[in-house]
């Protein structure tokens, strides 16, 4: 295997995010076509919350860590984004792929806000007989907190970091990164400070665009570049050819 993909789909584009855990099976069917027809292996997928798990965040207030009596809102937000999990990985599987869905809140553990552990050696080893990982961004247990929303571009950054070759991309609503409307072809810590970058419009917990280039202005240090494009750019970005979006590198 030469490489292995780091796929994120964003919560906006498996889901509606204006609605009420409104999956869009349509989309999450073409996304897996797309994968299918192309590679079986060497490939692991994170999917975001969208209206399956933002909500219910919000509305428990897990942006605060555990308070007094929010403590439901850990089943309430894991049940949420598992059942939009289980409508990919099986989607997935009837495209014909041999998906298994991993839960954060199973393996990982964090401190305030960030993962300090979360065990990657089992996902090594379904890469290497062929099946493909699907996690997603989750709420984890948290040593300072209590409790904290782990998004699916904090485990990009995590799963990155440790699976070797890794070739990152995330698959999202819009072409890229824009400025006044145009895609900004390639972002890197120097020149970030220029560019205004809006938040989303939706309830989001976890910083819109904001946070997904923060999260991988940090991976661009450790010279793992990005790339950030729409989802019907999913073949493009798996074929190595020019997605059109936006790529998160080092500076030179
Ligand atoms: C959020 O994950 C996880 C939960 C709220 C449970 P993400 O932050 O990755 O989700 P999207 O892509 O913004 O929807």
Redesign the pocket.
Known sequence: MTDTVVL?L???VV?D?SGDCAIDHARITAIASEIAARRADGIVL?????SC??P??RRYR?GEGLTLGNTPGIYH??A??CRLNTAIVETLRTAGLEALGLHPLDMGLAENGRLVAFETGHIEEMINHGIVPVL????VMDRNRGAC???????VLYLARRLKNSRVGLATDVPGVLKEGAVIPAIDRAGIGAIAIGG?GNT?????MQ?KIAELLTLADDGIESNIFHVSKVGAFLDGVDHGGTIVGRSR
């Open positions: 994120k964003g919560g906006s889901t995010k994170i999917h975001g919350a969208g798990g933002h219910e965040a897990l937000t894991h949420a984004v997603h961004g989750d709420v929303i782990v998004s699916g571009d904090q485990l989303s989001d917990v976890t910083g819109g946070g």
